[in-house]
């Protein structure tokens, strides 16, 4: 067959034909021809080829040809569709008036596939054979492709590819294949495509995955150790994961124009700790669009332990979240962080809150976690009970969740409520799925299945409270130090020095606050060092018109209140007052040495004489003692009072925790002494005295003129 001949059959071009010659594609050798030397092709070298001359036989086998031939069945069914498309031919010429081509193909093909249902056909198929016969014969119907047979490669050049190839560390199918053919030196060696079919069918996936793909080794081809939950008591260990329910929910966007809040559609995250025997959640949370970080997962696990205790173990996700240097040790072959003053390392909270072991699941590896079936779990018994329900893959996605506006969606804190509500009152208290539970629910195989006679103790708030969130600065007032979270002021005798911080960072304070615990914050200084615990301040919502008879505690909070107040008030009060009494004794005293200096004081100067004490009347006299004796005993009450006063502002500023002494105040007992008014009733009840009796008045010798000394001593005792 010359060239052009097998170009017409092969529906190529006279130069394609030429290269494939060259290629040794197809077998060929110079002749001459009519018209000078041309190329004659062996018709065997190429199945279609072979066909197109009208051979039925199967093709000979040609030395060093990579086909074989044909099959029967190949070429059974090349003339088998030459049949149908000469019948069809055949049949056009003998159709009915008024039936076009077209319509008389269509008809033409329902009745063909009525006489052979197992060789059934389209009008399209049938057309395309049309043309392929039109084009290139018998030839045309010859799969034109090739791949009858696999084609021949050197063994030895086979075995170098394939263990460049498994060699891994980067080396790519096509650089061994470079690398090989540059080796070939004239040894068979096909294309870059036939070995691409040859390590897909021929290199087995264990191997490849080995060298190119270990993650995928070790999920697929390594065997896994299944564990048995049931050796592990309760308590024992606890699971820590989170991720994205398969719902919408809506959250509030950011005020636009005209105040208006619009709402957007967002996927909740949940975190979640449970119990690896039982499957019990000692702790759960729900957020909004933002994945938990470290603090939000450690404050989680903060209040988990505040509640049961702290486990023995954890078994925790290779996230960020996790892997916090301060949580729970930070990564493998990576230094910690001194936070220390004096440059001591870290010390993980997990391991001061008593978990003696904390280990981590394998990068995205779904086998490795524990809590992933209890996340399947939850997807399948709850994501799918709402209307939202977005499916765990696209393949599960329907279709209308995207067209549910946005404001029919539910809330997150609908969602959030309504999760904490089904998982424990719905999920605890039914059959839990862990067969470690032997058939009881969550709740009973977490309070049953624990270790005998092991306690689980439960660290101290102010240890509980490093895993918190710190705050920003805050300004320290008069009523303590306010909380919005939990929309209360807190109060602690020692905020009282930080007060009036305003712009003063230094004076500032920043709290830490455990979920669920209102009773006290945590205060740290502006270095972040803890600082005190502060309290609900006294005085917090009462309200001084309320019965004190029907709201007893009512009433002690708000006398409690008003004690503070005033014992803030007296001691503060006072330290400015003994400020200013030290300034004014310091500027006296600095003005006397001034004069000292200038000679202005006369240090020679004898004091005046000392009047003389002139008894007038005996019974004022006895008046003016007794009322000697009251101011005596008034000084000595109101000394008595200050040493009292001072004893309780020194035990209330003193004392460990800073409260008040719970009951009433204590009244200091008073001496009974007689006024004075007493005392001339009883002079007077006694009558006159026999000493003053049928005498005039005394008198005081005195200069004529004076005025009466009785006179003046009545003035003087009156003003007093």
């Known amino acids: 067959m010359t060239a052009h001949d097998a170009a017409a059959a092969l529906a190529k071009s006279w130069r394609t034909i030429i290269r494939m010659i060259e290629r040794e594609e197809l077998v060929a050798r110079m002749c001459q021809g009519e018209f000078g030397p041309q190329w004659y092709i062996d018709p065997a070298s190429k199945p279609a080829l072979w066909l197109a001359c009208g051979h039925a036989a199967p093709v000979p086998a040609i030395a060093g040809d990579p086909l074989v031939g044909l099959t029967a069945r190949k070429r059974q069914g090349i003339l088998d569709r030459h049949q149908v498309v000469k019948a069809f031919e055949d049949s056009l010429a003998e159709r009915p008036d008024g039936y076009g081509k077209a319509q008389w193909a269509r008809v033409w093909v329902e009745a063909w596939n009525a006489r052979h249902p197992d060789r059934r056909l389209c009008v399209a198929t049938l057309y395309a054979w049309r043309r392929a016969v039109a084009d290139a014969g018998l030839a045309g119907l010859a799969d034109q492709r090739g791949g009858f047979a696999k084609t021949d490669i050197d063994p030895d050049l086979w075995r170098m590819f394939t263990g460049l190839y498994l060699r891994g560390a980067g080396m790519k199918l096509r650089h061994c294949y470079d690398l090989v053919a540059a080796e070939a030196d004239g040894r068979a060696w096909p294309s870059l495509r036939t070995i691409q079919r040859r390590v897909e069918s021929d290199i087995a996936p264990i191997l490849k995955a080995a060298a190119h793909r270990p993650k995928e080794f070790e999920d697929r081809f390594v065997p896994y150790v299944r564990r048995d939950w049931s050796l592990v008591p309760a308590m024992e260990c606890w699971v820590a994961d989170h991720r994205k329910l398969d719902i919408f929910c809506r959250v509030p966007e950011k005020a636009r124009r005209g105040g208006r809040h619009t709402w957007k559609r967002i996927r909740p995250w949940i975190a979640v700790w449970i119990d690896a025997r039982s499957w019990y959640p000692p702790i759960a949370a729900v957020y909004g669009e933002d994945?938990?970080?470290?603090?939000?997962?450690?404050?989680?696990?903060?209040?988990?332990?505040?509640?049961?205790?702290?486990?023995?173990?954890?078994?925790?996700?290779?996230?960020?979240?996790?892997?916090?240097?301060?949580?729970?040790?930070?990564?493998?072959?990576?230094?910690?962080?001194?936070?220390?003053?004096?440059?001591?390392?870290?010390?993980?909270?997990?391991?001061?809150?008593?978990?003696?072991?904390?280990?981590?699941?394998?990068?995205?590896?779904?086998?490795?976690?524990?809590?992933?079936?209890?996340?399947?779990?939850?997807?399948?018994?709850?994501?799918?009970?709402?209307?939202?329900?977005?499916?765990?893959?696209?393949?599960?996605?329907?279709?209308?969740?995207?067209?549910?506006?946005?404001?029919?969606?539910?809330?997150?804190?609908?969602?959030?409520?309504?999760?904490?509500?089904?998982?424990?009152?719905?999920?605890?208290?039914?059959?839990?799925?862990?067969?470690?539970?032997?058939?009881?629910?969550?709740?009973?195989?977490?309070?049953?299945?624990?270790?005998?006679?092991?306690?689980?103790?439960?660290?101290?708030?102010?240890?509980?409270?490093?895993?918190?969130?710190?705050?920003?600065?805050?300004?320290?007032?008069?009523?303590?130090?306010?909380?919005?979270?939990?929309?209360?002021?807190?109060?602690?005798?020692?905020?009282?020095?930080?007060?009036?911080?305003?712009?003063?960072?230094?004076?500032?304070?920043?709290?830490?606050?455990?979920?669920?615990?209102?009773?006290?914050?945590?205060?740290?200084?502006?270095?972040?060092?803890?600082?005190?615990?502060?309290?609900?301040?006294?005085?917090?919502?009462?309200?001084?018109?309320?019965?004190?008879?029907?709201?007893?505690?009512?009433?002690?909070?708000?006398?409690?209140?008003?004690?503070?107040?005033?014992?803030?008030?007296?001691?503060?009060?006072?330290?400015?007052?003994?400020?200013?009494?030290?300034?004014?004794?310091?500027?006296?005293?600095?003005?006397?040495?001034?004069?000292?200096?200038?000679?202005?004081?006369?240090?020679?100067?004898?004091?005046?004489?000392?009047?003389?004490?002139?008894?007038?009347?005996?019974?004022?006299?006895?008046?003016?003692?007794?009322?000697?004796?009251?101011?005596?005993?008034?000084?000595?009450?109101?000394?008595a009072d200050t040493r009292t006063s001072h004893a309780k502002m020194l035990d209330f500023f003193t004392t460990k925790d800073g409260s008040l002494t719970e009951g009433e105040p204590q009244i200091s007992a008073r001496r009974t002494a007689p006024t004075p008014l007493d005392l001339i009733m009883q002079h007077e009840q006694a009558g006159p005295d026999p000493a003053d009796a049928g005498g005039d008045r005394p008198t005081a010798a005195g200069p004529a003129g004076e005025d009466d000394p009785w006179q003046r001593e009545t003035q003087d005792t009156e003003e007093r």
């Open 291 to 639: 994945e938990p970080d470290a603090i939000a997962e450690a404050e989680l696990f903060a209040a988990g332990v505040s509640l049961h205790g702290a486990p023995r173990q954890a078994y925790l996700d290779n996230g960020a979240g996790f892997r916090a240097d301060a949580f729970s040790g930070g990564r493998p072959n990576r230094k910690r962080r001194a936070e220390d003053d004096d440059g001591a390392q870290v010390n993980p909270i997990m391991a001061e809150l008593g978990v003696e072991l904390v280990r981590f699941a394998q990068a995205y590896d779904h086998k490795s976690k524990v809590i992933e079936p209890w996340f399947r779990f939850v997807s399948e018994e709850f994501d799918r009970t709402w209307a939202s329900y977005t499916g765990y893959s696209i393949r599960t996605r329907p279709g209308e969740v995207d067209k549910i506006p946005v404001d029919d969606l539910p809330t997150l804190e609908d969602v959030r409520r309504i999760f904490l509500a089904w998982l424990y009152e719905t999920f605890c208290r039914t059959p839990s799925p862990a067969e470690a539970a032997a058939g009881l629910s969550p709740l009973a195989s977490f309070s049953k299945h624990r270790e005998a006679g092991r306690t689980y103790p439960r660290p101290s708030d102010e240890t509980l409270c490093l895993l918190c969130r710190p705050s920003r600065p805050v300004r320290v007032y008069q009523n303590g130090v306010f909380v919005p979270e939990f929309d209360t002021w807190y109060w602690h005798p020692r905020l009282v020095e930080r007060q009036g911080s305003g712009r003063d960072a230094k004076r500032k304070v920043s709290y830490r606050i455990m979920p669920g615990r209102p009773e006290r914050v945590f205060l740290f200084d502006e270095k972040g060092r803890y600082y005190c615990t502060a309290e609900v301040a006294p005085g917090e919502g009462v309200n001084p018109l309320i019965d004190a008879e029907k709201h007893p505690a009512h009433a002690r909070e708000l006398a409690r209140s008003l004690e503070l107040a005033g014992a803030v008030k007296r001691h503060y009060s006072r330290q400015a007052a003994d400020a200013v009494a030290f300034a004014d004794n310091m500027l006296l005293a600095a003005q006397q040495r001034s004069l000292r200096q200038l000679g202005m004081i006369d240090e020679t100067a004898a004091p005046p004489p000392a009047p003389q004490t002139i008894k007038i009347m005996p019974h004022l006299e006895t008046a003016a003692q007794a009322m000697a004796a009251e101011a005596d005993g008034s000084a000595e009450r109101a000394r």
